[in-house]
């Protein structure tokens, strides 16, 4: 069965709170030397009950904007209080390696360069054969790319 809302939170507060993390409404982050790291839980506009939990990861070293989950960011599917936390630090440790994260941006920005957004908008790429290195990173700005790859 999946986790309610406030049983989510009343379980992560205490851990997220320990590695770290301050709260403020439904929202933890984490500053690092590198990163920021933000937990997010939010509630749906269509339904009271529903709601989404957005790990996302800011790169203080960049000047671009960050969008309001991070540069980068999953969706996790609501399912369990264990299985939640779990894959939101599986997200943080991966992607907050800085050799990762470059080598990720630099084969993102080759596949764009091969399936510009006209192609891809018009249904001419092969996802099987050319697969998207990283869906995370649709929602980073060309200049926030660019000051990745120079970190």
């Known amino acids: 069965m999946n986790v309610s809302e406030e049983e989510l939170i009343e379980f992560i507060k205490p851990i997220l709170k320990e590695k ?8 933890w982050t984490m500053i690092t030397d590198h ?3 933000v937990f997010y839980i939010q509630g749906s ?3 009271k009950d529903d709601y989404y ?7 203080n070293d960049i000047q671009a904007e960050p969008w309001v989950y991070g540069h980068f960011h999953i969706d996790i599917p609501v399912t369990t209080k264990e299985e939640i936390l ?3 630090e599986e997200f943080f ?3 907050s390696s800085i ?20 192609k891809r908008r018009a249904g001419e790429v092969d996802n099987e054969a050319d697969p998207v290195p990283a ?15 120079k970190l």
């Open 86 to 88: 779990q894959k939101a």
């Open 135 to 149: 869906y995370e990173l649709f929602s980073l700005t060309k200049k926030a790319k660019e000051e990745i790859l």
């Open 99 to 118: 050799e990762y994260l470059k080598n990720t941006v630099a084969d993102f920005v080759a596949w764009e360069k091969r399936n510009p957004v006209e």
């Open 20 to 27: 770290g993390f301050r709260k403020k409404a439904k929202r």
């Open 93 to 95: 440790s991966q992607w």
């Open 45 to 47: 506009s269509y339904d």
């Open 35 to 37: 990163f920021t790291f």
């Open 53 to 59: 939990v957005r790990p996302g990861i800011i790169v």
